[in-house]
């Protein structure tokens, strides 16, 4: 994702870091000892994927962050309120 300081994050990028965020915060709520395995779990398939994955492939993207999180609304309109 690489976005550089003053660099404004597009809305899939964004997407993707409330995801991984989630992720992580959903990993606090677990005992200690889990907890460290589940965020070295979801920090290794993150960065795999930032590594393997183009970062103009956005249907691809778009895919993953779906697979991960079926309701995850993937524009402006799809997000209530």
């Known amino acids: ?3 550089s300081k ?3 994050l597009s809305g899939m990028q964004k997407q993707v870091l409330s995801l991984y ?3 992580l915060r959903a990993a606090r ?9 589940i965020e070295s ?3 290794a398939e993150f960065h ?4 393997q994955v183009d970062g103009k492939n956005f249907l691809y ?3 993953l962050l779906r ?12 997000q209530p309120g």
């Open 6 to 8: 003053g660099q404004r």
């Open 67 to 78: 697979r991960e999180n079926p309701g995850f609304p993937l524009d402006e309109r799809e």
């Open 21 to 23: 965020k989630g992720f």
């Open 1 to 3: 994702m690489g976005a």
């Open 48 to 51: 795999r994927n930032s590594k």
């Open 29 to 37: 709520s677990k005992p200690a000892e889990e907890r460290h395995q």
């Open 41 to 43: 779990i979801v920090s």
């Open 61 to 63: 993207i778009e895919y």
